[in-house]
């Protein structure tokens, strides 16, 4: 089992940037494919972006695709989610996950195995 831990987030203007990350304890990290997935207020939980094991595969939402990018430093134990020209629209809750297997699989939920608390990012208009 992984434990996930976000950075905090922050109030950010649009148009603005802030990267996120999330460090793991456990002993499997660099074997799992990871992800990012956001609720906003009265929304489902939706996927962002996934990075497999190595870093050499990456997916994301068509709504971030471009602005945001996904990495990860298996020395570190932590992914993180550089996000830029934000928008209001990326407000929400951040959770990071980590799946079960080192590919990406996909972007369900039921992908993933251990989850972060979650971290808020406000983005004012």
């Known amino acids: 089992q992984v434990q996930l831990r976000e950075s905090e987030g922050g109030l950010v203007q649009a148009g603005g940037s802030l990267r996120l990350s999330c460090a793991a304890s456990?002993?499997?990290?660099?074997?799992?494919?990871m992800g990012w997935f956001r609720q906003a207020p009265g929304k489902e939980r939706e996927f962002v972006a996934a990075?497999?094991?190595?870093?050499?595969?990456?997916l994301y939402a068509d709504s971030v695709k471009g602005r945001f990018i996904i990495s990860r430093d298996n020395a570190k134990n932590t992914v993180y989610l550089q996000m830029y020209s934000l928008k209001p629209e990326d407000t929400a809750v951040y959770y990071c996950?980590?799946?079960?297997?080192?590919?990406?699989?996909?972007?369900?939920?039921?992908?993933?195995?251990?989850w972060g608390q979650g971290t808020q990012v406000t983005v004012s208009s």
């Open positions: 996950a980590a799946a079960y297997f080192g590919a990406v699989a996909g972007t369900a939920e039921r992908n993933f195995a251990s």
């Open positions: 456990g002993r499997t990290f660099s074997s799992n494919a």
């Open positions: 990075i497999n094991w190595n870093g050499g595969n990456t």
